[in-house]
């Protein structure tokens, strides 16, 4: 694959896709970078990108090298974590909130299938690079899977085999059965190309395809979602 021989800022050009994150990584088809995965292990919890900022807005002020167990997600809305001041643009301070934390589950710039083709790749570009970026900054890693059919050829690549990939299934609308084959037939093909150990899911794995993936010795472990975790303290003050 060709490489980037110039990682630096290069005369009238603005460098929106940050070359230098992708600075010594192994190139694949379609040059999407390897995000090795740091270790394989289950997080103790997963928390979105709008939580961390809230958890570290309260922390930093009481303990400036505090430390909170949990894996950074980014299974929300894009606004929310990409744009002028999002992860990809202002990334110096992004890092400065990820390092309080045990790791992150790499962004999940979004690939749905109305996107124009090329825009779904930049997007599994960026969650490549992100993610690698993060590597060589000390921070554990664990891919993020997003397919499409469009995208089948990519959507796997720079993902090591035989590790823990994370799958976020609420922007899957798994809640009507008309969705389920479509999402089966795509989840078998992740599993043969990656053939993963462990599969974590934020938001519900009670589907009998992630069921058969147990059965197979595939350790499946899903997380509460945000809003979930709202509605349980709702209840509880109810």
């Known amino acids: 694959m060709k490489k980037i021989k110039n990682y630096g800022k290069r005369n009238g050009i603005r ?8 600075k010594g990584c192994k190139w694949n088809k379609g040059d999407i970078p390897d995000c090795p995965t740091a270790k394989v292990e289950i997080p103790t919890d997963l928390i ?4 961390a900022v809230r958890i570290h807005n309260k922390m930093k002020n009481q303990n400036v090298s505090y430390k909170y167990d949990a894996y950074i997600c980014f299974y929300c809305d894009d606004w929310l974590f990409d744009g002028p001041r999002g992860i990809w643009n202002n990334y110096n301070k992004a890092i400065e909130i990820i ?3 045990s790791g992150i589950i790499s962004p999940d710039f979004s690939t749905y299938k109305d996107f124009p083709t090329p825009l779904k790749a930049w997007n599994t570009y960026r969650m490549r690079t992100f993610g690698f970026w993060c590597s060589t900054q000390g921070i554990n890693v664990i891919n993020n899977v997003r397919w499409s059919p ?3 050829d990519i959507c796997f690549k720079g993902i090591p085999k035989n590790s823990v990939v994370c799958l976020g299934v609420i922007a899957s609308d798994l809640r009507h059965s008309v969705n389920w084959p479509e999402y089966e037939h795509y989840l078998k093909i992740m599993v043969q190309k990656l053939q ?3 599969i974590l899911v934020y938001g519900s794995a009670r589907y009998k395809f992630f069921r058969d993936l147990q059965a197979q010795g595939i350790v499946v472990k899903s997380y509460q979602t945000a809003r979930n975790r709202k509605k349980a303290v709702a209840g509880d003050a109810v």
Do not use: G
Not at 15 to 22: C, H, R, V
Not at 48 to 51: A, C, K, M, P
């Open 15 to 22: 460098d929106i896709w940050n070359a230098f994150m992708a």
């Open 48 to 51: 979105t990108w709008v939580e």
């Open 99 to 101: 390092k309080h934390f």
């Open 150 to 152: 469009d995208t089948i």
């Open 196 to 198: 993963p150990k462990i």
